[in-house]
């Protein structure tokens, strides 16, 4: 089991001004504006690089600001209507490849979209993991989704956070707040 | 720290419904592929898919699909999968269902945006009470939902675990999806429609279906007397932070993540006999795919190399649980596929030992499982023939 040490803990509201790479802008859906947001603001907290960071990503569904266009242009227009970044934008895992390209990390990078319980399994794997990483980021991606045919079938909610966890403790590190015991 | 065993498989896919179905017809070098039909304004530019078929329903959901392959598990097993875990991987969810209901106009049910309900259908399946994991990493979906099964059981987390994917993809959006980008392919015959590594290949077809294993710990395995197939030895996953949807065509990335692999489990590479390509017949992934295979094996004559997307499409999440099920199935059976477009390899690929002869398999032969997806994801999975 892997023994992490808790550095910082951020969130991202709708409220917060978006910071999303000039060459990513239109072409991700909002959830990963916000983890764009999360990240950079985590970042600057903590003045540190992500180069071995593993990312751990609990989001319950994908990304419907972006694909929900994207599914009544294909059904209204056809299939040459739909814009070349849907396959990208919408699913899941968009998040961790965003945030990993953008911050250089090569680390294992997971997606989980177990429901409510997306953070447990998530958390669970990120301390299971086998993987060699130096620090891992957890991000809680509360899933934006649409008003799907103009009824709402989910309010925009918009909310994102963010946990940054350490396996070396450092000065930043508060010593009770890692959850699991090495064994 | 347990080890790993892998006690059966199930695989559902455009080749039959059964294990049987899809070993004879690999053997064979039958594909699955067919004409796609649209169902929406536009032709589809790309012509053929790779589709489940069934006598009852003409089109599949993710959890229709996911329940033909437990069934066939619990078939095997009766009464053994009740306290097993369910780890199921999707790309794309219920991206069917809810074109369906948009289509009609209707106000879809909440459950189609889920991603879980490929294993909450297995689980329900199988009786288990455990609650499910729904992995959701693209086109590694079905290798990081076994490899994540392995890490639970290696720390003894859980004692049985169900894992593989599940995916139901033709529909236009999700076709549409990868048509915008050129990713599928424009054949005009379905014989050459998936054909990986080969000169004219132009793109993958779209598949779907699920790969199911039983994954157990040795301990399991001395208290039920149960016979495994094959030892699930690690897993291996990067992030390449190259590009979202492009390949660095070097293979770096490839051949960082099977580097990784073999040095974790302790393997060398010489001793590797079986190679699975991710081999999903786009330009992008033949040359990074081929390029690190060379960097790792050289010039190894002894190692057959496998493609199973030639015959079986690409069923992006489901893929690679598809492809490890194949392989426990050929574990089993003794004999490995070849490939059945051997003769058409491209002159640039020939280094590598493609084959249209089958391969016997002998106790302890190792095979290399290699998953690459959207996202700069590149997982890696390492099985020992029992």
Excluded at chain 1, 4 to 9: E, G, P, Q, T, V
Excluded at chain 1, 17 to 36: H, I
Excluded at chain 2, 232 to 241: A, H, P, Q, R, T
Excluded at chain 2, 322 to 339: M, S
């Amino acid at each position: 089991m892997t023994c992490l040490y808790l550095n910082h803990f951020d969130h991202v509201s709708m409220s917060d001004n978006m910071v999303v790479p000039m060459n990513r802008k239109m072409k991700v859906d909002l959830m990963s504006e916000m983890a764009f947001t999360l990240v950079d603001k985590i970042q600057k907290a903590l003045h540190t690089e992500l180069d071995n960071t593993a990312i751990f990503v609990a989001n319950q569904y994908a990304g419907w600001t972006y694909g929900g266009p994207q599914l009544d242009a294909v059904i209204q227009g056809g299939m040459n209507k739909v814009q070349t970044f849907q396959a990208t934008a919408w699913f899941p895992a968009a998040i961790q490849g965003e945030i990993s390209i953008e911050h250089k990390t090569s680390g294992i990078a997971k997606t989980f979209s177990s429901g409510s319980w997306s953070a447990v399994h998530a958390l669970e794997a990120l301390f299971m993991s086998s993987s060699d990483f130096s620090s891992a980021l957890l991000i809680g991606a509360d899933a934006i989704t649409l008003d799907f045919q103009k009824k709402v079938c989910h309010e925009k909610l918009g909310f994102s956070s963010g946990i940054y966890w350490t396996k070396d403790k450092s000065p930043l590190c508060q010593d009770s707040c890692h959850p699991l015991d090495s064994t | 720290m347990n080890k790993v065993y892998i006690l059966r498989s199930s695989v559902v896919s455009p080749l039959g419904n059964t294990n049987t179905d899809n070993f004879v017809n690999q053997i064979d070098g039958k594909h699955g592929i067919s004409v796609m039909e649209s169902h929406g304004v536009s032709p589809w530019k790309s012509k053929f898919c790779a589709k489940v078929t069934s006598k009852s329903k003409s089109t599949r959901t993710v959890d229709d699909i996911a329940k033909i392959a437990a069934e066939n598990l619990v078939e095997d097993f009766p009464g053994v999968l009740s306290n097993a875990r369910v780890i199921m991987g999707t790309a794309v969810g219920s991206a069917v269902e809810l074109e369906y209901e948009r289509r009609r106009n209707k106000l879809p049910d909440e459950s189609f945006f889920s991603f879980e309900k490929a294993g909450i259908s297995v689980s329900n399946t199988i009786k288990s009470s455990k609650k499910p994991i729904a992995v959701s990493t693209g086109c590694t979906a079905g290798l990081d939902a076994i490899g994540l099964a392995f890490d639970r059981l290696r720390l003894g987390f859980e004692d049985i675990v169900v894992a593989g994917a599940s995916e139901a993809t033709i529909c236009e959006i999700v076709v549409a999806s990868f048509d915008r980008i050129n990713a599928l392919s424009c054949a005009e015959n379905c014989d050459s429609a998936s054909i990986p590594f080969c000169d004219d290949r132009s793109g993958f077809v779209i598949g779907e279906g699920a790969g199911l294993v039983v994954m157990c710990t040795d301990k399991y395995i001395e208290q039920s007397g149960l016979e495994p197939i094959a030892e699930f030895l690690g897993w291996e996953s990067i992030s390449s932070n190259f590009h979202m949807t492009a390949i660095d065509q070097k293979g770096t990335d490839i051949a960082t993540s099977i580097t990784k692999l073999v040095k974790k489990c302790n393997v060398d590479p010489i001793d590797i006999k079986f190679v699975d390509t991710h081999g999903t017949s786009t330009y992008q992934n033949d040359c990074a795919e081929f390029a690190a295979l060379i960097g790792i094996f050289g010039l190894n004559p002894e190692i057959h190399v496998t493609c199973q997307k030639s015959l079986n499409g690409h069923a992006l999440g489901a893929a690679s649980a598809i492809e490890i099920a194949n392989i426990v199935e050929f574990i089993r059976n003794r004999k490995v596929p070849g490939y059945v477009n051997s003769d058409r390899v491209s002159s640039d690929f020939k280094r590598l030992p493609f084959t249209t002869k089958p391969k016997a398999v002998r106790d302890g032969d190792l095979f290399l499982k290699i998953a690459n997806g959207f996202s700069g994801i590149h997982s890696t999975g390492l099985i020992r023939a029992l």
